[in-house]
């Protein structure tokens, strides 16, 4: 594939792209790992939402 | 399940849980499939190879704009039904519709670079896509530093019902000013003015592009419900531990 003589505006346009497109996946996994161990610690303390009381009763 | 069902955040986990790894799959094969085909189309008459840009710049355009829509829709639902999962929507689309308006504004300079030999002119659509930008900082800067969640929450939505006016302008600014950047070439009445085979690996690429917006807005919005999860527990154990 020829990229002609802009090759490089091209490369860099599409190298911004997966950058942006991949910290976007990285921060929403992260994210959800962090929430999902924050979660199981306070569980583990045994603190409930007021919800789950309800439904425990 | 009823639709009037998936307000519920946890009935809405639940379907998250069991669409999002379809959804991921499904986003992987068509940009796959769209990269493939905008890789082997031809180069424009004019601009040559730097067309291929236009398979990035486009469907991020669309989802930068497509993003407020959503928020502007869960502005809705937060200010008018004050409901909770309206809220979840609207902050969790917030930084992904940033992204996607970013990579529009950095596509589209390093695009404009060799085509108009400028990174940047201050022409109407440029500077109404730069807005919406600026606009999705706001709305996030309202989202992440206010110290009551729920007043936080209002004036992000206010914010989104205001800003949504810049929408139409975007569209309609090459029709309204005289600007650098070309008239509509796909949405237009009369057709598109793209050749077939430069259009139909765009319009896969969008529909990849959009498929990654809704995955990552469902996956962002079960994080947020998490957090909120884990906010109210917080809660609850302080008032315990000062009982």
């Known amino acids: ?57 | 399940m009823a639709v009037i069902d998936l307000a519920n955040p946890t009935r809405f986990l639940t379907l998250v849980n069991r669409m999002l790894p379809w959804l991921a799959a499904a986003t992987v094969l068509l940009f796959a499939f769209g990269l493939t085909r905008a890789m082997g189309a031809p180069d424009d008459y004019q601009q040559g190879a730097t067309v291929k840009i236009m398979f990035l710049h486009v469907p991020a355009a669309w989802l930068g704009m497509m993003g407020w829509g959503v928020m502007s829709l869960a502005a809705l639902g937060t200010l008018v039904w004050r409901h909770p999962l309206a809220d979840v929507a609207g902050k969790s689309a917030a930084p992904i519709g940033a992204a996607f308006t970013f990579i529009c504004l950095l596509t589209g300079s390093l695009w404009g670079r060799p085509t108009w030999g400028t990174y940047w002119v201050w022409d109407a659509r440029l500077t109404s896509v730069l807005v919406l930008f600026l606009l999705y900082l706001g709305v996030l800067a309202l989202y992440w530093t206010a110290e009551d969640p729920g007043r936080g929450s209002r004036a992000a939505a206010v914010l989104t019902l205001v800003g949504a006016v810049n929408i139409p302008i975007i569209k309609f600014s090459v029709d309204w000013w005289n600007t650098l950047h070309q008239p509509a070439s796909i949405l237009r009445t009369g057709g598109s003015a793209i050749d077939p085979a430069i259009l139909w690996p765009l319009l896969i690429m969008a529909g990849a592009f959009t498929l990654l917006f809704f995955t990552l807005h469902f996956a962002a919005m079960r994080n947020e419900i998490l957090r909120r999860r884990v906010r109210s527990m917080r809660i609850i154990q302080a008032q315990e531990l000062r009982a």
């Not at chain 1, 921060?27 to 962090?34: E, G, I, P, Q, R």
């Open chain 1, 1 to 57: 594939m020829n990229l002609g003589p802009h090759a490089d505006f091209i490369v860099a346009a599409y190298a911004v792209t997966v950058f942006v497109v991949a910290a976007l996946v990285a921060w929403v996994v992260l994210d959800y790992s962090a929430q999902r161990r924050i979660l199981g610690d306070l569980e583990e303390r045994g603190v409930t939402r007021r919800s789950q009381r309800k439904d425990d009763r």
